[in-house]
């Protein structure tokens, strides 16, 4: 993404409007005025020794809540989970040092799927900065690459400002992480604050508004063609232009594809969604991009995992490319007809243009043609002969295969029993892509994943997140073994602080989808992805439900589909956090499946 200039630019750049004095006060007060100024409810905190003075003044706040993760890195996927699900900014803080290194894998993932963060670091005093002192890191340097702005304060009389800056630049435009390095120092001096109402950088411009020209162009494109797609991912949820999409859909009659982290933008359940598209996306969509005439790519950057051999995706198509970020332009596909907007902006002024100037072309013939893709490969399982004669089998189902549950069906189970209304949060692996193929999303900010960065561990920290955000809700986490073990201490949130969030583990023992990846292309020769106990293959290892339970969360394991709905229906009615640990078999691959840097023609679909 396009950054503005990582040091705080001088008092000429930017303009603010009416101050508000307040009383002399420490630093560490300021900052947590601030931020109850921004409306934080919640922060997800780790005290070290360069943030007690922070982590006292939080003590005397009658408006935020300060949620202790039992790791950093739980700490920030959690905020990342509650921004994800709220579209506001995500607060989280650390010390120095280890604590603030600990946060930069989830500031990165927030950067990749544009999630708006603020991370809060404690620093060293400013005398002991650049000397090597006791946890001392240089947090500014270190994520620069990874940040969308960051300040390191020298002046507590800047911590209004800052905070100020920090809030707006994470929220507007395309949305980012801000990383805030606060010295002890600072945090202990005293001066009398003045909060801005606002702020105004110059050079920062995040109100992209699309060209009227352009838009007329995008209608008379429509009106020619004869096989559109609509391909839109994670800027339709951010900018709020879920209900703007529906209404040029329905107008315009053209099938809608998501990225990953588009998922939500369009209802699944619409007779003209296809999905989602990419490696382990829906055949039928990607089929339907490689035959479109015309793909209008809106809120996407043509990530690798969506197009494969970049230079063939849609290849004899028009492609026009909507986003508010001009460093996304042509960066990774070439397009015909390039739009830097907003894309609500753009998507509101296209219904007004196409309130007056309907399109008159129908798109019955291509319809059917992807009625005949939907029916050629829809999203399904079946009990193959490979898991009947798997280990899994004869190592727990006594033989009786037939008992054996496959991981799509849990999810498609779970779809049924919340009425496809819950918030789903996820790990990375097999269990992500499972969880986003049987499970139909009908709303923005249901689904909760790590999109760019594949983060595993985010699962639970975020579903924590979510469920801070919304306590009404039901929230689950579904998660591999692999995955699930990475925060697992997270678990330690959830009962302290009553965050009833659920987690189901998909349990195959492996690292599932680099298993199914040495299947493909190593001739499944074992690359230390075996996560069971190799001395006692019969035993599922770790046992989770001791592990839970040590946490004081109530779990079940379930090891046969006689039991799966009444343990579901458990975990589902339970008002405190769970976990349903499942047996499933490893032998399942994650289909349709096209390998990295290939195309739909290289598309494995059984």
């Given at each position: 993404?396009s950054?503005i ?9 930017r ?8 009383p002399?006060?420490m630093?560490s007060?300021?900052?947590?005025k601030?931020l ?10 780790y ?6 003075e922070?982590?006292q ?5 009658k408006q935020i809540?300060?949620y202790?993760p039992?790791?950093?890195?739980g ?6 989970g509650y921004?994800?699900v ?5 607060v989280?803080?650390?010390t120095s ?13 927030a950067?990749?799927?544009?999630v708006?963060?603020i991370a809060i670091?404690g ?5 002991m ?13 270190m994520?620069l ?13 800047d911590i ?14 395309r949305?980012?992480?801000?990383v805030?390095?606060l010295p ?5 001096s005293?001066?009398?604050p003045?909060?801005?109402?606002s702020?105004?950088?110059?050079g920062y411009?995040?109100?992209k ?5 352009a838009?007329?162009?995008?209608v008379?494109l429509?009106?020619?063609?004869e ?5 839109v991912?994670g ?12 209404r040029?859909?329905?107008?315009t009659g ?5 990225t990953?982290m ?7 359940t619409h007779?003209l969604?296809?999905?989602?598209l ?11 991009v490689?035959e479109?005439?015309?793909l209008?790519?809106?809120?996407v950057?043509?990530d ?13 198509g ?20 390039p739009?830097?907007s907003?894309i ?11 309130a007056e100037?309907p399109?008159q072309r129908k798109?019955?013939?291509?319809h059917?043609?992807?009625a005949d893709f939907k029916?050629?490969a829809?999203?399904?399982w ?8 798997s280990?899994h ?5 006594g ?9 799509q ?10 009425g ?7 790990g ?7 969880s986003?193929?049987?499970?139909k999303?009908?709303?923005?900010r ?13 699962g ?14 039901q929230v689950v986490?579904?998660?591999g ?11 330690g ?5 009553g965050?009833?969030?659920?987690a189901?583990i998909?349990n ?7 298993m199914?990846?040495?299947d493909?292309f190593y001739?499944?020769n074992?690359?230390?992805t ?7 293959a019969r035993?599922i290892y770790?046992?989770?439900v001791t592990?839970?339970?040590g946490?004081?969360?109530p ?5 046969y ?6 343990a579901m ?5 339970s008002s405190?956090?769970?976990v ?6 490893y ?5 349709p ?14």
């Open positions: 993404m950054k200039a990582k040091k705080p630019a001088g008092k000429a750049t303009k603010t409007s009416r101050r508000e004095v307040g002399a006060m630093g007060d300021i900052l947590v601030c109850e100024r921004e409306g934080v409810e919640a922060i997800f905190a005290p070290g020794g360069a943030s007690m922070i982590h003044s939080l003590t005397r706040s809540h300060t202790l039992r790791h950093e890195q700490g920030v996927f959690a905020a990342e921004a994800k709220t579209g506001k900014a995500g989280c803080m650390t040092g280890p604590g603030a290194t600990n946060l930069v894998t989830g500031i990165a993932d950067f990749m799927d544009s708006p963060l670091t620093q060293v005093p400013q005398t900065i650049g000397k090597g002192a006791f946890q001392e890191t240089d947090m500014f340097g994520t690459p990874v940040v969308k702005h960051s300040y390191l304060v020298t002046d507590v009389n209004p400002r800052v905070v100020k800056e920090a809030f707006h630049i994470a929220q507007t435009g949305p980012g992480p801000v805030i390095d002890k120092s600072v945090q202990q005293r001066t009398q003045v909060f801005p109402d702020v105004n950088l110059r411009d995040p109100e508004r699309a060209d009227e020209v838009l007329h162009e995008i008379g429509i009106e020619k063609s096989r559109p797609v609509l391909y991912g800027g339709i949820i951010t900018s709020g232009a879920a209900a703007e999409l529906r040029f859909v329905e107008a053209i099938p809608v594809t998501t990953l588009g998922i939500g933008a369009f209802p699944e007779p969604s296809l999905r989602w990419g490696m382990h996306g829906a055949a039928f969509a990607n089929w339907a490689a479109a005439d015309l209008l790519a809106f809120g950057r043509f690798d995992r969506v197009t494969g051999k970049v230079e063939k995706f849609c290849e004899h028009t492609i026009v490319h909507i986003d508010i970020d001009a460093s996304e332009i042509n960066k990774n596909r070439k397009v015909h007809l739009i830097i907003d609500r902006h753009a998507l509101h002024r296209l219904n007004a243009i196409l100037r399109v798109f019955n013939a291509w059917g043609r992807i029916a050629k829809p999203f399904a079946q009990l193959t002969d490979e898991v009947l004669r280990q089998v004869r190592d727990h189902m033989g009786d295969a037939g008992e054996v549950i496959l991981p069906e849990a999810i498609a189970l779970l779809h049924e029993l919340t496809g209304d819950a918030i789903i949060a996820t990375v692996g097999q269990h992500q892509m499972w986003a193929q049987f499970y999303f009908s709303q923005p249901q689904f909760v994943t790590s999109g760019g960065l594949g983060a595993m561990g985010f639970y920290p975020s579903a924590l997140g979510a469920k801070v955000a919304f306590p009404d809700r986490d579904i998660d073994d692999g995955s699930f073990l990475m925060n697992i201490q997270e678990l949130t959830a009962h302290i602080e965050i009833a969030a659920k189901m998909l195959n023992q492996h690292l599932g989808m680099v199914q990846w040495e493909r001739q499944g074992r690359g230390h075996y996560l069971g106990d190799p001395k006692n035993q770790p046992d989770f592990i839970a339970r946490f004081g969360v779990s079940e394991r379930v090891m589909k006689k039991d799966l709905r009444a229906e458990r975990m589902l009615e405190q956090p769970y349903l640990d499942i047996a499933t078999p032998t399942e691959h994650v289909l499946f096209i390998p990295a840097g290939r195309t739909v023609s290289d598309m494995i679909i059984e």
